[in-house]
């Protein structure tokens, strides 16, 4: 009687850690054509933008609040007016940030460069946004990222 061998095995040969490799040089912008006068125009938006934000982060400075203001839940309600005003104030903060780095950029000549892809930022979304820093692939892909890890 003869006895079928078994073909041995094949050991799966050990994949090797992939070499690190450099970090991808980023393209050089292409080049976004945006006139002088929508440029003027847009400047002008955020330089109103940025007088509103300002404004809104006057008026929304929380009073100072002293020890004998009530009750208990009186204490508790003015600390969660207070914590409230900072989550406003760091989202304005955010925002002003965002208004004046679009300015600067406008001024050094690389306003409307996605600042991933370094391609031009859509029309349509500058209009909406003039601070926005990516276009809507590169931001949508970025927020996908954020919910995907948030999951």
């Known amino acids: 009687m003869t006895t079928k061998s078994k073909p041995a095995k094949k050991k799966a040969a050990k994949k090797a850690a992939p070499k690190p490799s450099a970090p991808k040089a980023l393209k050089a912008p292409k080049e976004v054509s945006i006139?002088?006068?929508?440029?003027?125009?847009?400047?002008?938006?955020?330089s109103e933008q940025r007088s509103?934000?300002?404004?809104?982060?006057?008026r929304n400075r929380a009073p100072e609040v002293t020890s004998d203001t009530g009750d208990e839940a009186d204490q508790a309600q003015a600390a969660m007016d207070r914590d409230l005003q900072f989550?406003?104030?760091?989202?304005?903060r955010n925002t002003l940030d965002q208004i004046e780095g679009a300015i600067r950029k406008i001024d050094k000549g690389t306003y409307g460069a996605c600042?991933?892809?370094r391609q031009p930022i859509e029309t349509l979304?500058?209009?909406?946004?003039?601070f926005a820093r990516y276009c809507i692939r590169?931001?949508?892909?970025?927020?996908?990222?954020?919910?995907?890890t948030q999951a």
């Open 35 to 46: 006139s002088k006068r929508d440029l003027d125009a847009i400047r002008k938006k955020l």
């Open 52 to 58: 509103d934000v300002l404004e809104a982060m006057r």
């Open 87 to 92: 989550e406003l104030s760091d989202t304005e």
């Open 115 to 117: 600042e991933q892809c």
């Open 125 to 130: 979304r500058i209009r909406a946004l003039p």
């Open 138 to 148: 590169c931001q949508s892909g970025s927020e996908r990222a954020v919910t995907a």
